[in-house]
């Protein structure tokens, strides 16, 4: 009679599912094998050289967050190492033929450049001195003004009085500082900041992940003590470590007597994320910059313009789109104010028509608020004074075309004039009208004396040296910004990217191995984080697994007998 004994500890009563698959010469043999469970002693015989399967419902106590919940995990033992595993040396270090095995198609380009390139290219100070030029031409875009005729720039950067002794407008003009975010300067710097973050990536981020994905076993003590943490167990078993390690979240592998665990894995794919997301950003920007369409525009209430004739190409990627053959009709101009007189808003009916006449979409916007249709985006912006409608003498009415008159500071101020003389009169004289607003008009005599405020649409006449005046209607003008930015799509998912890979980035990455040495299990473990918090949580989990001892009771050995 042949017997078999497995003598294990009290588990505590928490109970994790788990199933050991044991798949080891330790359990072949020769004579009839039997299937047995720990509740029973004898089972129908099988068929002999045929390898024993052993189903062992654990108990463990496992705590999180001081709540107990069972983990279904699952241990894979074999004699042979897993497909995806490499083999760790005596030395702790993965040989060298592993380390070179595999390519990334997605990089394929990155394999025809030099190397010695790529190293350059990857260079961390190089990048950072990227973005701090970058940076640098940003906030030099917000000093100068955008946009502005070549006049404007050689008046305010004249030769004469060049900014800090050397900076005129010829600096302005010939590097494109006037249009920054497209100049050649700043786009081949993103060009080259972007080259840098693939480099790194190809370089250094996709090796560390291809290390960090192998399945690696230290057979060598001595290489697991040298690790971050390590400590050793004179009486356990390397299978309840594992199951220990699982119940903690760890992806555990056994090979014979050797463990490895991880997790945290997706920490170590944060950095290539970040990158992409950051790319994602730049080509959103360049996108945006070289490739959007620009425009403003002035019009009055009850007038028509077409979106393509004040739209402007921003870059040589600007490409117009069948949208710009809309017509845009201003229904109506009007604005709100405070208490004080102030406008506190303005809007605009719009009403947009395809070449058929038909009518599209109509929208009232607002400042805020404004209209997308087909990628274009029209914002509610400024205001003006058309033209006001009079009646004179009951006579009319006349449309009075308004000009805006120059003051010092934000202040809105609007004239018009009605002449009252004779066509052949040398001298010309008439009735002036000044206004700040829509909602109320000052009237003065031919001889600049203020004579009454009127309201439009109050249908009160005001006498003027015997003239009657009456102020039938205000006619607004809407000022309007137009764009198209096929970028912002892009830049918002890069910052999405790169909030979340952020944050993914903190995980660590931990890994632990272990290895049976007879009784004693040796234990060590590394973390790219989390340098304090690892340790701790490695004593919590080594004082969790359970001690091996001699059973008091040689009787309650399961035994198999032929």
Request: net charge positive; aromatic share 10%.
């Amino acid at each position: 009679m042949e017997t078999l004994s497995l003598n294990y500890t009290k588990i505590p009563k928490q109970v994790i599912p788990g199933v050991l698959t044991i798949n080891s010469h330790l359990l072949r043999s020769t004579f009839k094998c039997w299937r047995f469970s720990f509740n029973t002693h004898l089972h129908t015989p099988c068929s002999s050289r045929r390898n024993l399967s052993l189903r062992i419902g654990c108990k463990l106590k496992i705590s999180r967050d001081g709540k107990n919940k069972p983990i279904p995990k699952k241990i894979i033992l074999s004699e042979g190492a897993p497909t995806l595993s490499e083999d760790v040396s005596g030395n702790g270090k993965i040989p060298a033929k592993s380390r070179n095995s595999g390519t990334i198609p997605m990089m394929g380009f990155f394999r025809s450049v030099p190397r010695r390139l790529l190293t350059v290219l990857s260079n961390l100070p190089l990048a950072i001195g990227e973005m701090f030029i970058i940076a640098a031409l940003m906030a030099l875009g917000t000093v100068i003004d955008q946009g502005e005729a070549p006049d404007y720039y050689v008046q305010k950067y004249p030769e004469e009085n060049p900014v800090f002794g050397i900076f005129t407008w010829r600096w302005v003009l010939s590097l494109g500082f006037d249009h920054m975010f497209s100049s050649p300067v700043f786009l081949g710097m993103l060009i080259l900041l972007a080259a840098s973050l693939m480099a790194c990536t190809y370089t250094t981020q996709i090796p560390l992940v291809k290390v960090a994905r192998r399945w690696s076993f230290m057979h060598s003590a001595e290489a697991i003590l040298k690790q971050e943490f390590a400590d050793t167990l004179p009486r356990a078993s390397v299978h309840d470590l594992g199951v220990i390690l699982m119940g903690a979240g760890y992806e555990v592998f056994l090979k014979g007597p050797s463990l490895y665990a991880f997790k945290g894995l997706a920490g170590r794919f944060a950095p290539i994320g970040v990158h992409l997301a950051m790319l994602l950003i730049m080509s959103g920007g360049t996108l945006s910059a070289a490739g959007s369409f620009r425009g403003s525009v002035t019009v009055p209430q009850g007038l028509n313009f077409i979106l393509g004739d004040v739209m402007n190409p921003t870059g040589f990627l600007s490409t117009p789109a069948q949208t710009f053959n809309t017509e845009v009709h201003v229904n109506r101009f009007y604005m709100d104010y405070y208490e004080s007189g102030e406008v506190s808003q303005f809007y605009t009916d719009l009403s947009l028509f395809d070449l058929d006449g038909k009518e599209v979409l109509r929208k009232t916007i607002s400042v805020n608020d404004p209209l997308r249709y087909g990628g274009i985006t029209m914002y509610q912006t400024d205001w003006g004074f058309s033209a006001l409608q009079v009646l004179k003498d009951g006579e009319g009415p006349f449309n009075l075309a308004v000009a805006p008159l120059k003051l010092n500071g934000d202040k809105k101020l609007f004239g018009t004039f009605l002449p009252v003389g004779g066509a052949d009169s040398p001298n010309v004289q008439g009735i002036s009208m000044i206004a700040r607003d829509l909602q109320s008009i000052f009237l003065y005599d031919q001889e600049g004396k203020f004579v009454g405020v009127r309201r439009p649409g109050s249908k009160l006449p005001i006498d003027i040296n015997g003239i009657k005046i009456e102020i039938v209607d205000a006619i607004g003008s809407s000022g309007l910004n137009l764009k198209t930015d096929p970028g912002v799509p892009i830049v918002y998912a890069g910052f999405g990217a790169l909030m979340l890979t952020t944050c993914i980035s903190f995980l660590s990455h931990s890994q632990i191995w272990a290895l049976q040495d007879g009784t004693m299990v040796v234990i060590g473990g590394k973390t790219n984080r989390a340098k304090v918090e690892f340790p701790e949580e490695m004593n919590r989990l080594l004082d969790m697994v359970p001690e091996i001892v001699e059973s008091s009771l040689p009787k309650q050995s399961e035994s198999i007998t032929p």
